[in-house]
C-alpha cells in the first residue's frame, strides 16, 4: 500500500486541519502550471492521498489496510493487498539488511590492476619507474558534487531525505509497516536537479595520469605493488580504491633467474680448464674476476657471493652461480694435432683403456636436481 501519510509528509496522528495544510501547500508546488510536467505524478499523488485522508471514513478503512482508492476497494485475502512473506520478512528482520538512513552518493571506488614490465637488472637493484594509468578521477567542473556549477543537490519530496519511503499493509499478525529504497531518488535522500555536463552526475571522469612507482629489489614475475588511493574514484567523488602493479619481468639474454640466486655459463678452453686461469667475467655489478683453478672440470660451479637478486623481505642478495664448460677444439692445424699428441704420450694416453662409469649429469641435470632437492 501507498503511505499517503509520507506523501503529505505528516504523522499518523495529524489533525484534520494539519493534513489539509499540507495539501495546500504540495499543491502550490506540485501543480502542473508551476512544476511543468515533472511534478505532474506527484501532484496527482498528492491530491489521492489527500482524498483518502481528509474523508474519515476512507482514512479509517486505511489505517486498517484497506486503500479505499485501490481496486476492489482495496480488500485483498490472506496477507491483505499486496502483501507477503516477504514484507513480514522485511518488517521483522530489517529488510534484509537495507540501511535505514540514505545511501551517501560519494562511495569509495573500485581498486584497479595494471601490470608494469621490468628487466633483470631493476628486479636485483630494484628502480624507480613512471607509470601511465587510465582511471576514474574526480571531475574538475563539479569538485565530484555531479551538479551543474551554481546549483546544488535537492532534497527529495518523496522521502523527504530520508532515502527509503514506508508502507502500511495488513497481515495475520496485524498492521505492520514495511521499509523500501525510494523509487524517485534511489535511497540518496536528494536528486541532482541540474547534472553537471562534464560528468553526466557521477562526480568523476575518466583520465590518464603519471605516476611514479617504487620498485623494490627482489620483485619477480607476480609481484604486486600496492599503491594506496591510486585506484578509481569512487561515485560522487568519494575516495580512491588502491591501485596493484602486477610486475612481468623479462628474460635476460645470459643470465638465469632462480629465486633470488643468478646462474649463467662459462664456456672456456680446454687448455685453460687443464693448466687453471684468470678470467673477468661481465656481471650486473661490473666486470668480476673468476679463478679458475688447475684441472677445472665441464660442469664445476663458481659462486659469487653476494651477486645475485636483492631479497625483497630482508638485507642482502643471492649469489651468482658460474658453470664451467670445457670447450674441445673441433679442429686442429698439423702443429696443434703434433703438439696434442706429444702431450698423450707424455702422459701415457695415446692408447686409453676404455673403462665404463656410471650417467655423469650434465649441466642442466645438475641444475634440475639441485631445485628438486636430490
Same mark, same amino acid.
Given at each position: 500500500?501507498?503511505?499517503?501519510?509520507?506523501?503529505?509528509?505528516?504523522?499518523?496522528?495529524?489533525?484534520?486541519?494539519?493534513?489539509?495544510?499540507?495539501?495546500?501547500?504540495?499543491?502550490?508546488?506540485?501543480?502542473?502550471?508551476?512544476?511543468?510536467?515533472?511534478?505532474?505524478?506527484?501532484?496527482?499523488?498528492?491530491?489521492?492521498?489527500?482524498?483518502?485522508?481528509?474523508?474519515?471514513?476512507?482514512?479509517?478503512?486505511?489505517?486498517?489496510?484497506?486503500?479505499?482508492?485501490?481496486?476492489?476497494?482495496? /480488500? +485483498?485475502?490472506?496477507? !491483505?493487498?499486496?502483501?507477503?512473506?516477504?514484507?513480514?520478512? $522485511?518488517?521483522?528482520? =530489517? %529488510? &534484509?539488511?537495507?540501511?535505514?538512513?540514505?545511501?551517501?552518493?560519494?562511495?569509495?571506488?573500485?581498486?584497479?590492476?595494471?601490470?608494469?614490465?621490468?628487466?633483470?637488472?631493476?628486479?636485483?637493484?630494484?628502480?624507480?619507474?613512471?607509470?601511465?594509468?587510465?582511471?576514474?578521477?574526480?571531475?574538475?567542473?563539479?569538485?565530484?558534487?555531479?551538479?551543474?556549477?551554481?546549483?546544488?543537490?535537492?532534497?527529495?519530496?518523496?522521502?523527504?531525505?530520508?532515502?527509503?519511503?514506508?508502507?502500511?499493509?495488513?497481515?495475520?499478525?496485524?498492521?505492520?509497516?514495511?521499509?523500501?529504497?525510494?523509487?524517485?531518488?534511489?535511497?540518496?535522500?536528494?536528486?541532482?536537479?541540474?547534472?553537471?555536463?562534464?560528468?553526466?552526475?557521477?562526480?568523476?571522469?575518466?583520465?590518464?595520469?603519471?605516476?611514479?612507482?617504487?620498485?623494490? /629489489? +627482489?620483485?619477480?614475475? !607476480?609481484?604486486?605493488?600496492?599503491?594506496?588511493?591510486?585506484? $578509481?574514484?569512487?561515485? =560522487? %567523488? &568519494?575516495?580512491?580504491?588502491?591501485?596493484?602493479?602486477?610486475?612481468?619481468?623479462?628474460?635476460?639474454?645470459?643470465?638465469?633467474?632462480?629465486?633470488?640466486?643468478?646462474?649463467?655459463?662459462?664456456?672456456?678452453?680446454?687448455?685453460?680448464?687443464?693448466?687453471?686461469?684468470?678470467?673477468?667475467?661481465?656481471?650486473?655489478?661490473?666486470?668480476?674476476?673468476?679463478?679458475?683453478?688447475?684441472?677445472?672440470?665441464?660442469?664445476?660451479?663458481?659462486?659469487?657471493?653476494?651477486?645475485?637478486?636483492?631479497?625483497?623481505?630482508?638485507?642482502?642478495?643471492?649469489?651468482?652461480?658460474?658453470?664451467?664448460?670445457?670447450?674441445?677444439?673441433?679442429?686442429?692445424?698439423?702443429?696443434?694435432?703434433?703438439?696434442?699428441?706429444?702431450?698423450?704420450?707424455?702422459?701415457?694416453?695415446?692408447?686409453?683403456?676404455?673403462?665404463?662409469?656410471? /650417467?655423469?649429469?650434465?649441466?642442466?641435470?645438475?641444475?634440475?636436481?639441485?631445485?628438486?632437492?636430490?
Amino acid at each position: 500500500m501507498t503511505d499517503y501519510y509520507e506523501i503529505l509528509g505528516v504523522e499518523r496522528d495529524a489533525t484534520p486541519e494539519q493534513i489539509k495544510k499540507a495539501y495546500r501547500r504540495l499543491a502550490r508546488e506540485l501543480h502542473p502550471d508551476v512544476a511543468g510536467a515533472e511534478g505532474e505524478e506527484r501532484f496527482k499523488d498528492v491530491a489521492r492521498a489527500y482524498e483518502v485522508l481528509s474523508n474519515r471514513e476512507k482514512r479509517e478503512q486505511y489505517d486498517m489496510g484497506v486503500d479505499p482508492t485501490a481496486p476492489g476497494g482495496g /480488500a +485483498g485475502g490472506g496477507f !491483505g493487498q499486496g502483501f507477503g512473506f516477504q514484507d513480514i520478512f $522485511e518488517t521483522f528482520f =530489517g %529488510g &534484509g539488511g537495507q540501511p535505514s538512513g540514505p545511501v551517501p552518493r560519494a562511495r569509495r571506488g573500485q581498486d584497479a590492476l595494471v601490470r608494469m614490465d621490468i628487466d633483470l637488472t631493476e628486479a636485483t637493484f630494484g628502480a624507480k619507474r613512471e607509470l601511465q594509468v587510465d582511471t576514474a578521477v574526480v571531475c574538475g567542473t563539479c569538485s565530484g558534487k555531479g551538479c551543474r556549477p551554481g546549483t546544488d543537490l535537492r532534497t527529495c519530496v518523496a522521502c523527504h531525505g530520508r532515502g527509503n519511503v514506508q508502507r502500511v499493509a495488513r497481515s495475520f499478525l496485524g498492521q505492520v509497516m514495511t521499509t523500501a529504497p525510494c523509487d524517485v531518488c534511489k535511497g540518496f535522500g536528494t536528486i541532482i536537479p541540474e547534472p553537471c555536463a562534464e560528468c553526466s552526475g557521477e562526480g568523476r571522469v575518466r583520465s590518464r595520469r603519471t605516476l611514479t612507482v617504487n620498485v623494490p /629489489a +627482489g620483485v619477480d614475475t !607476480g609481484t604486486r605493488i600496492k599503491l594506496t588511493s591510486q585506484g $578509481e574514484v569512487g561515485p =560522487g %567523488g &568519494g575516495p580512491a580504491g588502491d591501485l596493484y602493479v602486477e610486475i612481468r619481468e623479462k628474460p635476460h639474454e645470459v643470465f638465469v633467474r632462480r629465486g633470488d640466486d643468478l646462474h649463467c655459463t662459462l664456456p672456456v678452453p680446454m687448455t685453460a680448464a687443464a693448466l687453471g686461469t684468470v678470467l673477468e667475467l661481465d656481471t650486473l655489478d661490473g666486470a668480476q674476476e673468476i679463478d679458475l683453478r688447475p684441472g677445472t672440470q665441464p660442469g664445476q660451479v663458481v659462486t659469487l657471493k653476494g651477486l645475485g637478486v636483492g631479497h625483497l623481505h630482508g638485507n642482502g642478495r643471492g649469489d651468482l652461480n658460474v658453470y664451467v664448460e670445457v670447450q674441445v677444439p673441433t679442429s686442429l692445424d698439423d702443429e696443434q694435432a703434433e703438439a696434442l699428441r706429444t702431450l698423450a704420450r707424455l702422459r701415457g694416453e695415446e692408447r686409453p683403456e676404455p673403462r665404463l662409469a656410471a /650417467a655423469h649429469p650434465g649441466v642442466f641435470s645438475r641444475l634440475r636436481d639441485k631445485f628438486s632437492g636430490r
